[in-house]
């Protein structure tokens, strides 16, 4: 059982950045892939980054390369999101996810063992 609690979230201007960070409880951290996905108002969760349990394969959804970075510290059970250049369309919720299939096919929520209840992200223009 792995439970994952997120942080970091909170109002930002257009062009700031903010971190997240999703701790997990539990032994079997470094065993699982870990993503985050985002979810609107009004629209569909969607994927934003995975990261292997080793971070030797890294995804991304287009609408945050070259903007964001997953990474994760597998010693403190944490992984996090940093988020620079953000935009009023990042606004979300943001939820933490571990799967147990491999990074490279998280973003179709493939092999998705836990969620997080998500941290809130507003971007204001």
């Known amino acids: 059982q792995v439970q994952l609690v997120e942080s970091g979230g909170g109002l930002v201007q257009a062009g700031g950045s903010l971190r997240l960070s999703c701790a997990a409880s539990?032994?079997?951290?470094?065993?699982?892939?870990m993503a985050w996905f985002r979810q609107a108002p009004g629209k569909e969760r969607e994927f934003v980054a995975a990261?292997?349990?080793?971070?030797?394969?890294?995804d991304y959804a287009d609408s945050v390369k070259a903007r964001f970075t997953i990474s994760r510290d597998n010693a403190k059970n944490t992984v996090y999101l940093q988020m620079n250049s953000l935009k009023p369309e990042d606004t979300a919720v943001y939820y933490c996810?571990?799967?147990?299939?491999?990074?490279?096919?998280?973003?179709?929520?493939?092999?998705?063992?836990?969620w997080g209840k998500g941290t809130l992200v507003t971007v204001s223009s």
């Open positions: 996810a571990a799967g147990a299939n491999g990074a490279t096919v998280l973003r179709l929520r493939d092999g998705v063992r836990y």
């Open positions: 990261i292997s349990w080793r971070g030797s394969t890294i």
């Open positions: 539990g032994r079997t951290f470094g065993a699982y892939a």
